[in-house]
């Protein structure tokens, strides 16, 4: 073992600045990294994830503007309007409404296209006419037509795991009501495409903390609180 006291004056000069040296690189070392860590999560929470965040949101802003827009446009349409009123819909206006129908799913990219009158629960869609909705098969329309609200907007996983985003507008003071639906799996493809770092993903929910859109289909329709509670 080596004894301090019997080293030289030289050797003991030596040995103070090697223990000087290596303790100032471990703390420069330290230091460095400490400073790298808080480089890289300022960089992740100030500047890339706000940025991500972002543009996810003009997307998903993109797209219900849009068809709320295309939704207002069918419900309103003159046309559309005086079609709705005629309850024993004859061919010429059901050929002619079911044209409309599909011209605004062409323009538009949507899975379908419907409109429905909110007093007699007449509806269609790009096929022609469907039937008239009732409570026990449609809920959903009665719950929107009588909710006072010109439209809603969801998001809805189908059984084959597609994902599709429907908007419904509704002319409060008249009769027309219309409703579209168009696939999501360009924007399921956009958030999973996020990655924030080596495990770090992004995935969607609604005001209330509802997740709508996960990579982990089975997490769809829980909360925030039941994923990280």
């Given at each position: 073992m080596l004894?301090?006291?019997s ?18 690189t ?23 994830l706000p ?13 219900v ?23 024993d ?25 419907s ?13 022609g ?14 719950g ?34 219309s ?5 999501m799996?360009?924007m399921?493809?956009?958030?999973n ?21 996960h ?6 329709k829980?909360?925030?609180?039941q994923?990280?509670?």
């Amino acid at each position: 073992m080596l004894k301090l006291h019997s080293l030289s004056i030289k050797q003991k000069v030596v040995l103070g600045i090697t223990f000087a040296v290596l303790a100032s690189t471990i703390i420069v070392g330290v230091m460095a990294q400490r400073h790298a860590r808080d480089v890289l999560s300022h960089r992740l929470i100030d500047i890339e994830l706000p940025a991500m965040l972002q543009q996810i949101n003009t997307e998903i802003d993109r797209e219900v503007v849009q068809m709320q827009q295309a939704a207002k446009q069918l419900a309103t349409n003159e046309f559309v309007v005086e079609a709705l009123k005629n309850t024993d819909h004859p061919q010429f206006s059901e050929t002619q409404l079911v044209q409309q129908l599909n011209n605004i799913k062409s323009q538009y990219g949507l899975n379908d296209a419907s409109v429905a009158n909110r007093k007699t629960a007449y509806y269609w869609n790009q096929n022609g006419f469907l039937r008239q909705l009732n409570h026990s098969q449609d809920a959903w329309f009665f719950g929107f037509t009588s909710s006072g609200r010109e439209t809603s907007v969801s998001v809805f996983q189908e059984a084959n795991g597609e994902v599709k985003m429907f908007t419904n507008y509704q002319d409060l003071n008249g009769i027309s009501m219309s409703g579209l639906s168009k696939s999501m799996d360009d924007m399921v493809s956009l958030l999973n495409s996020f990655q924030i770092e080596d495990t770090g993903y992004v995935f969607l929910t609604n005001e209330k903390g509802d997740i709508q859109i996960h990579r982990q289909q089975g997490k769809n329709k829980t909360s925030i609180a039941q994923l990280f509670g």
